[in-house]
């Protein structure tokens, strides 16, 4: 079983910068690959980026990409997502996830962290 707690959500001015956390416990991350979500009020959930165990497969989503980092640290069984200029747009829960495939479906993913919300202000 593996545990992800999410952190580093907060409010923020558009063309701000966040950098939000995906820290593993229980079990560690080896193997996994780890995705990050979002879900906005009103709307599905929806993929933004992952990254595989060996961080040489990465994909991202069309509107994050340039703007967002996926990133690993295996020391620290931490993933992080460096946000940069934000856009109101991107205001949503954001989730992380793990699993054994990597992919933009959430059903690739086994494990999910409670979320941490990300405000971005016009």
């Known amino acids: 079983q593996v545990q992800l707690v999410e952190s580093g959500g907060g409010l923020v001015q558009a063309g701000g910068s966040l950098r939000l956390s995906c820290a593993a416990s229980g079990r560690t991350f080896s193997g996994y690959a780890v995705g990050w979500f979002r879900q906005a009020p009103g709307k599905e959930r929806e993929f933004v980026a992952a990254i595989n165990w060996s961080a040489d497969r990465i994909y991202y989503t069309d509107s994050v990409s340039g703007r967002f980092t996926i990133s690993r640290d295996k020391a620290k069984n931490t993933v992080y997502l460096q946000m940069n200029s934000l856009k109101p747009e991107d205001t949503a829960v954001y989730y992380c996830?793990?699993?054994?495939?990597?992919?933009?479906?959430?059903?690739?993913?086994?494990?999910w962290g409670q979320g941490t919300q990300v405000t971005v202000s016009s």
């Open positions: 996830a793990a699993g054994r495939s990597l992919g933009p479906l959430s059903k690739e993913y086994d494990y």
